[in-house]
């Protein structure tokens, strides 16, 4: 194994648990429900978010390629106070893995990334801690949703309405995220990471809807299409747009509840706008002979900047709505 394939095997690994964080911290901040306490487990899932995405950029410099799947989510415990102690302890875990990491890393550039995300990892650590105090201090409050549910309060028809939604928007959300990190064209990555953040937002949505009426969300996604050369990913994403925008607005219809049609009709026209955005896209890729680039390539230009300065949008901006 040369060093570059033991460096890129470490950080496929860190994405693997830093996309388990996003999972694991998200689904407690819904389940909380509107608070101060769920707001900042969004600006710490948001901070794992933008470790993803940094992550990804150093493994394609590296010619490697970045891993879409998940590591070890822990959804278990009895309310929010056991939530704090297994974000606590997700924490510690990440730190010790970054610090073995760091260890055994002499390449100085993902040196300095990692002594950056691990900085993150041990303030989280203490928020985590500090968040379990406050829930404690607080008693009853906030009234978690799992308070307010009630077996039968949720209709069936909508709740697989919602839990679709959540499985589609998942799935397009690493599919675009993947597309963007290996995308050789950096505009045309940029707008898919840009149509992401979207995504995330209706899965924020759809999940916030979900813990209202049943506690927590299932976050699966289903099958992604990640290979391919730059027309082949975006002609897979106007499919994915397609097939869903069909599936709303079916939906649209069949609902009864005025709030929810509104919601997914938002969501709906949200997806014929990502369709229109990718057949642009692929329009650019075809007419600049870009089409056919092999997407295995290292993509990334801006290795002179650090990922902190740089003027994109980031995975990070995800619940920022
Ligand atoms: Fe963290
Ligand atoms: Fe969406
Ligand atoms: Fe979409």
Known sequence: MNNNQAIIDMLRADMRDEHAAIVQYLQHAYALG????????????????RHLDWLAEAIVDLGGDPDMKRGVVDLEGAGPIDWMARDVAAEERAISQYEQHLAAIDDPKIKRLLERILS??????????????????????????LEARTA????????DVLQTG??????????????????????VGRELEM??????????????????????PRMEHS?????????????????????????YTRQIDELDDEDLKVLIARIRD?????AAVFEDLLEHVESSGEAGTQSDEPVRTDESKPPESQQRFTVGSLMKK
Not at 199 to 215: F, P
Not at 270 to 274: C, D, F, G, I, V
């Open 270 to 274: 949200h997806e014929t706008y990502h």
């Open 223 to 247: 099958r992604l299409e990640l290979k391919g050369s730059p027309a082949e990913m975006l002609q897979a994403d106007i499919k994915a747009e397609k097939a869903v925008e069909r599936v």
């Open 34 to 49: 509107e608070s101060g306490e769920a707001c900042e487990i969004e600006g710490i899932a948001r901070d794992e978010m």
């Open 152 to 159: 039968n309060d949720a209709s069936p028809a909508v709740l």
């Open 166 to 187: 959540v499985e589609h928007e998942y799935t397009v959300i690493l599919q675009y995220l993947y597309h963007n990190f290996v995308m050789p064209d950096c505009e």
């Open 195 to 216: 149509q992401a953040i979207n995504e995330m937002q209706h899965m924020g949505w759809l999940s916030e809807e979900i813990a209202d009426l049943t506690g927590h």
């Open 120 to 145: 993150d990892e041990r303030a989280h650590h203490g928020d985590f801690e500090a968040l379990s105090d406050e829930l404690a201090a607080e008693g009853d409050h906030p009234p978690t949703v």
